[in-house]
């Protein structure tokens, strides 16, 4: 743990307690922050010291590679350059936490402190990075041949194929094989735990600790972990009915369907295909066509699930980054929820990181990252399916940046410290509220996540 920055002042007015230090808090929070964390923790990190504000543009590295040169003797050896290219990050994630320690509490030890406010405040930015960042699973969905898996049918039955064809497209495209990791949401995990990988617990060579403990371990090539805030969601506001013939697998045509008042940009699933499409035309009352080929083959009189659109309540400018408002559901739009905006090639897609209802009928949603285009007041936005969006990756197709954000001026009776560790940054900031009576701490960080290179990364459907 590094010290990156002093305190400005003294110990908040009001309080004497020698446990408000914010040193002490930056450690501990770190510690926790990184406890709490998954996916954060296995992608690639990028930090420097330099401090940032909410907004700024920073630039890391996406990983370049050699070329293949042979030599005999006499010939003078060729330098190369790696060729890493330069990609540029916003620093648009800010999270934070802030709550008031009252004085009647100013007197318990640091450690009960710790487990009041400190802990649980750090639990909640932890989830925030880890849903942000497994929020971009969206930018590797592509074409169907860029996933593998079904959504909502992953099964001991299929799940051994299903991590075998994420780790043939990996290997096809020469990702390395170190450094890979398939991330998990909960019912996902359920299934692969069920499949003979973990049941002959003997033939893995880990005395069965890995069933025992549900520690999914090392399997097929990846370093496999349970992440709760995966994109996953049960179930949506749906309508649903057939299509009224079979088709092939590839298949572009028009599906011939009566299922009522479906529109175009909504994420309609055709069982036995089970992707995340969408509709890109539609003839009401007769038939739809999907954005993408079926990539397996549907059965006569399938049933299809129609993804109803709700629509946008108020205007937002393009990089909005707080919350925005949703109406005209009957399901709000939930966490873990893929949701898009306008149709075509303006269409733009995001994942909900948080939702909670601000009035009757009008849902607030937080998306993974800020506003690509403007939103009007009743443009449509198109919730996505259910299932879940499991990741095969390499470490190399994601990065976290990470910059420390400054330190106020000493001013107020303000105290603040940055806390560095294992390239993550957090401020903590103290201040004193005589009407309130309490101290005031808040916690953030200043992040960006950038996609490095979405041939390393594998939607792995359940």
């Known amino acids: 743990m590094q010290r990156h920055a002093e305190m400005t002042c003294p110990l908040p007015i009001g309080s004497s307690n020698k446990e408000f230090i914010p040193e002490l808090w930056a450690q501990e ?30 630039n890391t590295r996406r990983p370049g590679e050699f070329q293949i040169r042979r030599k005999k003797d006499g010939t003078t050896l060729a330098q190369q350059d790696a060729k890493a290219t330069n990609v540029r990050v916003p620093l648009d994630q800010w999270f934070y936490t802030s709550f008031t320690i009252k004085d009647g509490e100013a007197s318990k030890s640091f450690q009960e402190l710790v487990d009041i406010y400190l802990r649980p405040g750090m639990q909640t930015i932890a989830r925030g990075v880890d849903r942000a960042v497994l929020g971009r699973c969206h930018a590797f969905l592509r074409t169907p041949a860029k996933r593998s898996g079904r959504l909502g049918a992953l099964s001991a039955a299929n799940a051994k194929d299903y991590v075998l064809e994420a780790r043939e497209i990996l290997n096809v495209n020469k990702a390395p094989a170190q450094n890979r990791n398939l991330v998990l949401a909960p019912a996902s995990e359920t299934a692969l735990l ?37 994109n996953s969601i049960a179930s949506a506001d749906t309508s649903a009915g057939t299509v009224t013939e079979p088709y092939a697998a590839g298949s572009t045509s028009a599906m011939l369907s ?82 898009a905006f306008g149709t075509g090639a303006g269409r733009h897609t995001y994942t909900v990181i948080e939702s909670w209802l601000k009035d009757t009928g009008v849902q607030s949603v937080i998306l993974d990252r800020p506003l690509d285009l403007l939103l009007t007041n009743d443009d449509k936005a198109y919730p996505g399916p259910a299932g879940s969006i499991n990741m095969a990756f390499h470490r190399d197709a994601l990065a976290l940046v990470t910059r420390p954000l400054a330190v106020p001026n000493n001013a107020m009776g303000v105290l603040s410290d940055i806390g560095v560790y294992n390239d993550i940054a957090m401020r903590v900031t103290m201040q004193y509220d005589i009407q309130g009576g309490g101290t005031v701490v808040n916690l953030d960080i200043l992040a960006g996540v950038a996609v490095l290179d979405v041939n390393l990364c594998v939607p792995f459907l359940g």
């Open 258 to 339: 009566a299922l009522a008042n479906v529109a175009v940009g909504e994420y309609i699933n055709v069982a036995g295909n089970d992707q995340p499409t969408y509709v890109s035309a539609t003839n009401p009352g007769v038939s739809f066509t999907l954005n993408e080929p079926l990539k397996y083959a549907t059965e006569d009189n399938a049933v299809v699930t129609r993804y109803i659109a709700c629509d946008v309540n108020g205007n937002y400018a393009a990089g909005h980054s707080e919350a925005i408002d949703l109406d005209g559901w009957t399901v709000a739009p939930q966490v873990g929820q893929l949701v």
């Open 194 to 230: 069920k499949t003979d990988m973990f049941m002959k617990a003997n033939e893995r060579g880990d005395g069965g600790s890995a069933l025992e403990n549900a520690i999914l371990g090392r399997i097929l090539g990846f370093e496999t972990y349970m992440d709760q805030n995966v």
């Open 29 to 58: 929070g770190l510690a926790i922050l990184e406890e709490n964390m998954v996916i954060a923790n296995l992608v690639h990190r990028d930090f420097e010291d330099e401090v940032k504000e909410f907004g700024d543009v920073v």
